[in-house]
């Protein structure tokens, strides 16, 4: 029987998704996978073995070097702004433009930085472990850092996997300013130069390396997060949602693993709380909003404020998952604290068989449960992926993205009206989706490609 090891990231959103290939595998093949203690039960709910990372492995290394350069970058940055605020870009001279390149720059050596974080101990730990289970083949998510070496250097084959869409360097390559100025959320890109965007490239390969040898840690590929580096590479999203540029390689295979049905069952009605369902079942004439930004997020409460304002007065009662909040000021006055309910970890599945628009960061998980569900996406973007896929989803029109380029785009009471005036096209689009790519029958066909063609 062939050996499979997989290697996870510590983040749920990265585990939830892998689950039906787990249980796929695990009935053919002898299946081994390595993760943190809190994802021991989900993953061997599996039916693969679970293998533990080391208590201290995903500890922060050279924390005080990084929190030195970060404060630099960070006090850089101000000056740039402070800058901009006085002078109200009422005269774009060399300086503005000079500044706004090296605020780029910055930013991308702050991810870096924050991205790094190579431990030898941990090297140590994945090729002892790779020694001893002598695995046929290794699947890695694409943050696992030490792997895929200890793969090639024991000629054995390595699958890297992407629980997010994959925004690879072949596709912002493919329309640098566009792509790149949306990526970084340049908004003023037209002050910058075509050679600036030609170059930028080759600019981030580098900051990465002095990143490298700053900290005398190993080379790491440019934002590993979204770019897909083995021969054979699994995607755990849908192609429509997905550019076609970044799937065309001459030495790179892309997989796609869809959605899994019954992932999609809502919550145990017995483990919903009372509270939930009066609050569901009360005020009935008003329409249900859930605000949600993810799971490691805390927003300022005026964001939620103002969404609990809008949302009120376009007739919505309003549901909040963060994981702490200042309930007190969110509240306009006193008769809508009966029309907000708050929690830090609260049934997503359940509330969204019985919301109406749903708004969040635009992660994947978040997107594919609002497909499932159809249920109108109202996206509020963090992180370089999020905005990507909110130009991809509004693209597609089954939602709306509040900034993109770091520039406004609808104000909340704007996207409200657009997402009520298109609800019924929305649903449609959702639901050909759904039709479309929420079955069961790819996984079959994804391990005899991978595994027993190969």
């Not at 290697?7 to 892998?18: G, L, M």
């Not at 000056?79 to 005269?91: A, E, G, Q, R, T």
């Not at 007739?315 to 929690?343: A, C, E, H, Q, W």
Request: net charge neutral.
């Amino acid at each position: 029987m062939k050996k499979l090891l997989f290697f996870t990231a510590e983040f749920d959103s990265h585990i939830f998704p892998i689950i039906p290939l787990l249980k796929n595998l695990s009935n053919e093949y002898d299946v081994f996978c390595v993760g943190i203690r809190k994802h021991k039960e989900i993953i061997q709910s599996s039916g693969c073995r679970f293998v533990s990372y080391p208590k201290n492995y995903s500890e922060k290394t050279h924390l005080n070097q990084k929190n030195k350069i970060l404060e630099e970058i960070d006090t850089e940055n101000r000056i740039f702004f402070n800058s901009i605020k006085k002078n109200h870009l009422n005269k774009i001279d060399n300086s503005i433009i000079k500044g706004l390149e090296s605020y780029i720059h910055n930013t991308i050596r702050a991810d870096a930085l924050k991205i790094y974080n190579f431990k030898k101990s941990n090297y140590l730990f994945s090729e002892n472990l790779i020694d001893i289970i002598e695995p046929n083949l290794i699947f890695k998510d694409t943050l696992e850092n030490y792997s895929s070496s200890i793969a090639k250097e024991r000629n054995i084959k390595c699958i890297e996997y992407i629980t997010n869409n994959s925004y690879g360097f072949d596709y912002l390559n493919s329309s640098k300013r566009e792509l790149y100025s949306s990526f970084f959320n340049i908004g003023n890109d037209s002050l910058l130069s075509d050679s600036f965007f030609e170059s930028l490239f080759d600019e981030i390969k580098h900051i990465y390396e002095e990143v490298s040898y700053e900290l005398n840690i190993p080379k790491l590929f440019p934002y590993p997060t979204y770019n897909l580096k083995e021969k054979n590479n699994i995607i755990f999203s849908i192609p429509d949602l997905h550019s076609e540029i970044s799937l065309y390689s001459k030495h790179q295979n892309f997989y796609f693993v869809h959605p899994y049905a019954k992932d999609f069952q809502k919550e145990n009605n017995v483990n919903i709380s009372e509270d939930l369902k009066k609050f569901i079942n009360s005020n009935v004439h008003r329409k249900i909003a859930y605000i949600s930004t993810g799971s490691f997020v805390n927003l300022e409460s005026s964001f939620y404020s103002q969404w609990v304002k809008s949302l009120i007065k376009k007739n919505y009662k309003v549901i909040i998952s963060s994981l702490k909040i200042d309930t007190d000021s969110i509240f306009i006055d006193s008769r809508s604290s009966d029309l907000v309910f708050f929690g830090s970890y609260l049934p997503q599945k359940y509330i969204l068989e019985n919301a109406d628009v749903f708004i969040n960061a635009g992660g994947a998980n978040s997107i594919f449960e609002s497909i499932y569900f159809g249920v109108p996406i109202i996206i509020t973007p963090i992180s370089p992926e999020q905005v990507m896929n909110g130009i991809t989803l509004e693209k597609y029109g089954v939602a709306r993205t509040l900034t993109i380029k770091g520039i406004t785009q609808y104000t909340n009471d704007e996207a409200l009206q657009q997402i009520e005036d298109n609800q019924i096209l929305i649903k449609e689009r959702m639901a050909y989706l759904k039709k479309l790519y929420w079955n069961d029958n790819n996984l079959k066909q994804l391990i005899f490609e991978l595994i027993e063609k190969n």
